[in-house]
T-cell receptor
């Protein structure tokens, strides 16, 4: 079992729809959770982080965390073609900031 | 803004060559990281450094070494490049007491 699992996709949504990206993790000691966006051929850029159970909203993005289920998700509202990218879920294993585990990423395509 | 600069975007080397990948950050971060990214495998940690001249092995250190002589610079060395080291290499840095890693643009290395 991978430590951080994501559906590789591709996930395709029409412009204006809600895109839902999911991630599960295996280490119950993890306390910090991150979503990075990576355009093709580019480096990952942080778009959201979440530490507490529940929802955290930032503009069109909402991160959701459920530690009991070891599940974190990212919702993108009003999806735009510019959101087309690979989204990486990352988790600090055992709350160690030097031990970040990444999922393999979900490729999202937003069709005009 | 945090800036993490990798010296080369693309490199082509031959099997057996010694390869140096350089990374410089301008935010006085204590912690620096080298990852490789391969399709379907996500980012995997090769080495990290938490201080000048200090280093720790990550998950896949075999075939690599690192050097951190100055706080802002972290070098990844492939002593004798092999074809299975063809990959995208990403450098990251993180400030002490923070838990967000900032990435460089990446170096795509091809070993022929």
């Amino acid at each position: 079992q991978k430590e951080v699992e994501q559906n590789s996709g591709p996930l395709s949504v029409p412009e204006g729809a809600i895109a839902s990206l999911n991630c599960t993790y295996s280490d119950r000691g993890s306390q910090s959770f991150f979503w990075y966006r990576q355009y093709s051929g580019k480096s990952p850029e942080l778009i959201m982080f979440i530490y507490s159970n529940g929802d955290k909203e930032d503009g069109r993005f909402t991160a959701q965390l459920n530690k009991a289920s070891q599940y974190v998700s990212l919702l993108i509202r009003d999806s735009q073609p510019s959101d087309s990218a690979t989204y990486l879920c990352a988790v600090n294993r055992n709350d160690n900031n030097n031990d970040m585990r990444f999922g393999a990423g979900t490729r999202l395509t937003v069709k005009p | 803004d945090v800036k993490v600069t990798q010296s080369s975007r693309y490199l082509v080397k031959r099997t057996g060559e010694k390869v140096f990948l350089e990374c410089v950050q301008d935010m006085d971060h204590e912690n620096m990281f080298w990852y490789r990214q391969d399709p379907g495998l996500g980012l995997r940690l090769i080495y990290f450094s938490y201080d000048v001249k200090m280093k720790e092995k990550g998950d896949i250190p075999e075939g690599y070494s690192v050097s951190r002589e100055k706080k802002e610079r972290f070098s990844l060395i492939l002593e004798s490049a092999s074809t299975n080291q063809t990959s995208m290499y990403l450098c990251a840095s993180r400030g002490q007491g923070q838990n967000i890693q900032y990435f460089g643009a990446g170096t795509r290395l091809s070993v022929l």
